[in-house]
């Protein structure tokens, strides 16, 4: 569920995996995570579920009767996403002009900016107010920005650094033609596209510019994801460059402790699908019990 709603919402891939009895959360029997890359290589824990057995009923003493009318400890378990996930949106679709905001699940996903002269104001504002009432009956978050004492060039900026999916520019000349102007934040590619078509348009638009933003998070952290043999290949990449690391482990807390140690890299899970699988420790060379995704994090 985690997996599903961080990559089909906000549009950032993951890896799912189990956690090492080392970095599992402290009491439980199993933990499970998905793991995310920053844009600077790093790694967050975007969110964790975790199988605690019988201890922490013990602990509080949570029992329940059986078939036998027997009194048995609980088995629980304990699930987690935080506003962590609101910091991984920020730092993994961000970029120089500002936030970028998966159409999903963007707060507006349509900023309307009125263009043009004060004596064509009026019926500019009317048409944007016909059109505004399409989208919103269609289920688009959308807003108007009719202030007259911003230029639209500043309201492009703004709504760029606020990360709107989406902005569609109406001015006199667009009426004329019956026609109005959609811009993506993401790629920044303009539409033009016929007025009567206009609600088709955007909803078609926001779809491409969700779909765009997973496959260029993708992209990413494919381009900085690597399989290693040896700690020293692991040492020389995350030296030159960033990004994760798939490698072989024996098992061992020793040689984990030891990649941690000199890479400053944790294991992040032992993932259920592992880009390679890795026969030998990348530590001691002994078979390995595990392939596991190791990366330096937050």
Same mark, same amino acid.
């Given at each position: 569920?985690?997996?599903s709603?961080?990559?089909?919402?906000?549009?950032?891939?993951?890896?799912?995996?189990?956690?090492?009895?080392?970095?599992?959360?402290?009491g439980?029997?199993?933990?499970?995570?998905?793991?995310?890359?920053?844009?600077?290589?790093?790694?967050?824990?975007?969110?964790?579920s975790?199988?605690?057995g019988?201890?922490?009923?013990?602990?509080?003493?949570?029992?329940?009767?059986?078939?036998?009318?027997?009194?048995?400890?609980?088995?629980?378990?304990?699930?987690?996403?935080?506003?962590?996930?609101?910091?991984?949106?920020?730092?993994?679709?961000?970029?120089?002009?500002?936030?970028?905001?998966?159409?999903?699940?963007?707060?507006?996903?349509?900023i309307?900016?009125?263009?043009?002269?004060?004596k064509?104001?009026?019926?500019?504002?009317?048409?944007?107010?016909e059109?505004?009432?399409?989208?919103?009956?269609?289920?688009?978050?959308?807003?108007?920005?009719?202030?007259?004492?911003?230029?639209?060039?500043?309201?492009?900026?703004?709504?760029?650094?606020r990360?709107?999916? @989406?902005?569609?520019?109406?001015?006199?000349?667009?009426?004329?033609?019956?026609?109005?102007?959609?811009?993506?934040?993401?790629?920044?590619?303009?539409?033009?596209v016929?007025?009567?078509? @206009?609600?088709r348009?955007?909803?078609?638009?926001?779809?491409?510019?969700?779909?765009?933003?997973?496959?260029?998070?993708?992209?990413?952290?494919?381009?900085?994801?690597?399989?290693?043999?040896?700690?020293?290949?692991?040492?020389?990449?995350?030296?030159?460059?960033?990004?994760?690391?798939?490698?072989?482990?024996?098992?061992?807390?020793?040689?984990?402790?030891?990649?941690?140690?000199?890479?400053?890299?944790?294991?992040?899970n032992?993932?259920?699908?592992?880009?390679?699988?890795?026969?030998?420790c990348?530590?001691?060379?002994?078979?390995?019990?595990?392939?596991?995704?190791?990366?330096r994090?937050?």
């Amino acid at each position: 569920m985690y997996r599903s709603f961080v990559e089909e919402f906000l549009a950032i891939p993951v890896i799912g995996g189990q956690k090492t009895p080392s970095e599992k959360f402290a009491g439980a029997v199993d933990t499970f995570s998905i793991e995310a890359m920053m844009k600077d290589g790093r790694a967050v824990q975007a969110g964790t579920s975790h199988y605690l057995g019988t201890n922490f009923a013990a602990a509080f003493d949570i029992k329940y009767l059986d078939r036998e009318n027997k009194q048995q400890y609980a088995h629980t378990t304990s699930w987690g996403v935080s506003t962590r996930l609101i910091g991984a949106l920020i730092m993994v679709h961000g970029d120089d002009r500002g936030l970028a905001l998966p159409p999903k699940v963007a707060p507006t996903q349509v900023i309307m900016i009125p263009i043009g002269p004060p004596k064509t104001r009026e019926q500019v504002i009317a048409r944007v107010d016909e059109l505004y009432a399409e989208l919103k009956a269609a289920g688009v978050r959308v807003r108007v920005d009719d202030r007259a004492d911003l230029s639209p060039g500043w309201k492009f900026n703004e709504y760029e650094m606020r990360g709107v999916p @989406l902005r569609l520019e109406l001015g006199p000349r667009d009426m004329e033609n019956g026609q109005a102007v959609l811009v993506s934040r993401i790629s920044g590619e303009k539409r033009i596209v016929p007025q009567s078509d @206009l609600v088709r348009e955007v909803v078609r638009m926001l779809d491409e510019i969700q779909r765009e933003m997973y496959e260029k998070a993708k992209a990413f952290r494919d381009e900085n994801f690597i399989t290693v043999d040896t700690l020293d290949e692991m040492k020389a990449f995350l030296e030159e460059k960033r990004g994760f690391v798939n490698a072989g482990w024996c098992g061992s807390d020793a040689c984990e402790h030891q990649v941690k140690e000199e890479t400053g890299a944790t294991s992040r899970n032992i993932p259920f699908e592992p880009v390679a699988v890795k026969d030998r420790c990348l530590v001691c060379g002994e078979p390995a019990a595990h392939t596991v995704v190791f990366a330096r994090a937050y």
